[in-house]
């Protein structure tokens, strides 16, 4: 009987500490808008173009009036024609 209390403390103490500390299933909860398939294009032509050659920015980084000149020049080196420019533009710029 004097062995079996501790031995029980220290079982319960040992599984305790290896239980899992999460009270609950976290679930991932997506923030991001439906795109129509002009942004979506646009979003695709942003992420294949312009990260060969750079880090992405977020759209959130610089406002509409700043990315205007960003896009275009980065239009001019990407090889973008004015079309795929403006669908950059509005994805960059649709919040």
């Known amino acids: ?6 031995a029980l403390l220290i079982l319960a103490a ?4 290896c239980a899992s500390k999460s009270s ?12 129509t398939p002009e942004l979506a294009e ?9 990260s060969s050659c750079h880090k992405l920015y977020q759209a959130k980084d610089f406002s509409a009036e700043q990315w205007k000149p960003i ?10 024609d004015d079309a795929q420019g403006q669908k950059i533009y509005n ?3 649709m919040n």
């Open 1 to 6: 009987m004097k062995y079996k209390v501790p």
């Open 14 to 17: 040992t599984m305790y500490s």
């Open 24 to 35: 609950a299933p976290t679930v991932a909860v997506s923030t991001e808008k439906a795109l």
């Open 42 to 50: 646009g979003k695709s032509l942003y992420e294949n173009n312009c």
């Open 71 to 80: 896009v275009l020049r980065m239009q001019k080196k990407a090889r973008l």
């Open 91 to 93: 994805y960059l710029t």
